[in-house]
């Protein structure tokens, strides 16, 4: 299995969009507020056909272990950030590396909107699935949990538990994300996963 296409696959599923949900909100007073500004991606959880098996994959800061059909160990790595925009616009970029080569990046506009703790996250045209999320804070950060995929028209296109993306508030730490000289690196802070 080429590396290549491993790395396509996880940036594209971790890039899938967005819809509306239904469901009991927390009061106004508990709410975790997301507003329009900048986040970094600490991790993202999202499913992914690798090696023609549907998984759920989870790549970080900090690092991943995945094992491949051939038994072969592989390190995810990733670092990114989401802007999200005053208007309901946002930008989602991510740099994913495997076994620590040089990092794909994938640059995408969205869009995004917060329906009391619900966020939704979508593609900029509003012309592919979107995603329903309940919002979180757990300390500084921000996880959102995957609750329904819909389609452009309001259809439902199934679960979405199991992904999560976690963020922090402010820029992506160390140099801004760059098509040409983007490194993956490894994070010194905590693993949230072993938290949740």
């Known amino acids: 299995m080429a590396r290549a296409w491993r790395l396509a696959a996880v940036t594209v599923a971790a890039l899938r969009g967005f819809a509306c949900a239904h469901g009991t909100s927390a009061p106004a007073s508990e709410r975790p507020l997301l507003v329009a500004g900048q ?6 959880r999202s499913r992914a056909m690798l090696d023609g098996v549907d998984r759920m994959i989870e790549i970080s800061e900090s690092g991943t272990r995945l094992v491949d059909a051939a038994g072969a160990e592989h390190m995810l790595t990733e670092r990114g950030a989401l802007t999200l925009g005053s208007g309901g616009s946002c ?32 593609d900029a045209q509003g012309q592919g699935a979107r995603t329903a999320y309940r919002v979180r804070k757990i300390g500084e950060r921000f996880v ?53």
């Open 39 to 44: 986040y970094q991606v600490e991790s993202i």
């Open 91 to 122: 930008r989602l970029a991510l740099a994913v590396s495997v076994d620590g080569d040089d990092p794909g990046i994938s640059d995408r506009s969205c869009t995004w909107e917060l329906r009391d703790d619900v966020f939704l996250l979508g």
């Open 144 to 196: 959102l949990e995957g609750l329904r995929d819909f389609g452009p028209g309001g259809e439902d296109l199934g679960d979405a538990s199991g992904e999560r993306i976690v963020l922090l508030r402010g820029p992506a730490r160390g140099q801004p994300l760059d098509r040409v000289t983007e490194q993956s690196r490894r994070s010194d802070g905590p693993e949230l996963t072993h938290e949740l």
